[in-house]
Every structure is written in C-alpha cells, then in structure tokens.
C-alpha cells in the first residue's frame, strides 16, 4: 500500500465521529447500513454525517451502494486491513512488542 493512502486513511479515522462509524459498520459485515440508520445511530445530523461518510469513503475505508431510494454504507474490510497491516509490517516493521500489543497480550520480559 502507497504510504499517501495509508497516510489519507488515518487522517480520516482521526476522528470520534469517523472512529464510532467504523464501529458501528464493521459487525454489520458487507450487509451495511443506511445513511438513515446510521444517522441515528450515532446521533448526527445528515450533513455531519454526510461529510464524515465521504470522507472516510475517499479514504477508502468504506463503500456505499444504492439499494432503491436507499444508499447503504458498509466497511471496505480489505481497506481497513492494509491501512493496520502497512502500520503494523511495513512502518513498525513487525516489532514483537507492539505486535504482542496487537494480539492482546504482552511478550515476557527477555532474561538480561
């Protein structure tokens, strides 16, 4: 992955409201939900929403599709996963104690 996109994703998540989007899409899986429903959801008005949808959309962080009068928001997984595995592989260069952060566990101290 080009580093300007990684750098473009994380600029987007760089936001509560964008942040709590990816939350709310992620467990709803390619099924997604409407702007309407994610409105409220998570409290925001159509225009916040709307910003913050395009936003993380160009980032390539999510994709919407029309289904009738509706347009359905999903998390682009495979999008998501690049931006983590660029930080993780690529910039920490696979560094086991923040890989060990990343699996939910610390690694044991090394004898000295």
């Given at each position: ?10 600029s ?30 998570l ?70």
């Amino acid at each position: 992955m080009e580093q300007s996109k990684v750098l473009s994703a994380l600029s987007a998540l760089s936001h509560e409201a964008r942040l709590d989007l990816i939350r709310l899409l992620l467990p709803e899986g390619s099924k997604g939900m409407s702007a309407g429903d994610i409105a409220r959801a998570l409290g925001l008005t159509a225009s916040r929403l709307s910003f913050h949808l395009a936003a993380l959309e160009q980032a390539g962080l999510i994709q919407s599709r029309r289904v009738a009068r509706n347009v359905i928001y999903a998390v682009d997984a495979p999008g998501l996963g690049r931006t983590i595995s660029y930080l993780l592989n690529d910039c920490c260069g696979k560094h086991p104690e923040v890989m060990a952060c990343c699996l939910g566990h610390q690694p044991t101290a090394k004898a000295g």
